[in-house]
């Protein structure tokens, strides 16, 4: 089954929204989760979550780790078509498990209208 | 620095074709990554490399084969080309056991036919 479950799988919202994306992870050994946003080509890291840094800002993008809830979110307020791109999640579990790999979610795909 | 970089940008192949995917990165990262994208699918593990001369398998390894000689270069082995192997592949690196970010080349886009 799948250990890394975001939601929802597709949005589309219109400039000046705020969207909330989801992700959910089952794993045995926490280590961190990662953000990407993926363009037309290659994922670019946005941010990274742990135990120690739970909460992390980044101009209209923010994101929150609930360790309680095995999840997180991925806030972007005031949206731009530029935020149009597939936003993926991954968990990395302590080393030993996965080997230490990033699993990922299948993604959010965002599509913001003018 | 170019960071990680993959070589050709597209490629369409026979059915039962072979081709190497050319993935390096100058950032002297220990750890290289091969994933393939399904649409709607994220990312799938297909090998991986702790080191120059260690590989292992990831999750969809079945069809591919990699080589690691030098820390720079990761290449992938597609032998005997199927059009279930259609897909965009990338490559990825992150520095070492105890960092978790991993920087993505620009992909391959290919296509079997």
């Known amino acids: 089954e799948d250990k890394v479950v975001q939601s929802p799988l597709s949005l589309v919202v219109h400039e000046g929204d705020t969207v909330t994306l989801n992700c959910s992870y089952e794993v045995t050994n926490f280590r961190s989760l990662l953000w990407y946003k993926q363009e037309k080509k290659a994922p670019t890291f946005l941010f990274m979550l742990?135990?120690?840094?739970i909460e992390k800002k980044s101009g209209r993008l923010s994101s929150i780790l609930d360790k309680k809830e095995l999840s997180s979110i991925l806030n972007i307020t005031a949206t731009q078509t530029g935020d149009s791109a597939i936003y993926l999640c991954a968990v990395r579990e302590n080393y030993g498990g996965s080997q230490g790999n990033l699993i990922f979610g299948k993604g959010t795909k965002l599509s913001v209208k003018p | 620095n170019a960071g990680v970089t993959q070589t050709p940008k597209f490629r369409i192949l026979k059915i039962g074709q072979s081709m190497t995917l050319q993935c390096a990165q100058d950032?002297?990262?220990?750890?290289m990554y091969w994933y393939r994208q399904d649409p709607g699918m994220g990312l799938k593990l297909i090998y991986y490399s702790v080191g120059a001369g260690i590989t292992d398998k990831g999750e969809v390894p079945n069809g591919y084969n990699v080589s690691r000689s030098t820390t720079e270069d990761f290449p992938l082995r597609l032998e005997l080309a199927a059009p279930s192997q259609t897909s965009v592949y990338f490559c990825?690196?992150?520095?070492?056991?105890?960092?978790?970010?991993?920087?993505f080349g620009p992909g391959t886009r290919l296509t079997v036919l």
């Open positions: 950032m002297n990262h220990n750890y």
């Open positions: 742990t135990s120690s840094g």
């Open positions: 990825a690196s992150r520095l070492s056991a105890s960092t978790d970010t991993q920087y």
